[in-house]
């Protein structure tokens, strides 16, 4: 096979794969719930409630100083 045929093949490939992602994400995102990823801080924690399907846990608790980078990193550069 041509090298020209060979990357044609392997594109084709590639955008089929890539097709299908947005497919499932399309189908995910159009789904029967609503996917949310949320944070609230009272203060001396901060709750992170995760409802997406990729969610390992669907509530995280952070504190001390992992609290005090997801707030810097959350507000971002000056």
Known sequence: MSTAISQCATLTAAR???AKGIDAWLKAWR???F???SMQDNGDEIIVEDTRAIAVEREHRVRGLEREILLAADEGSP
């Open 16 to 18: 089929g794969r890539c």
């Open 31 to 33: 789904g029967p719930t």
């Open 35 to 37: 996917s949310m990823l």
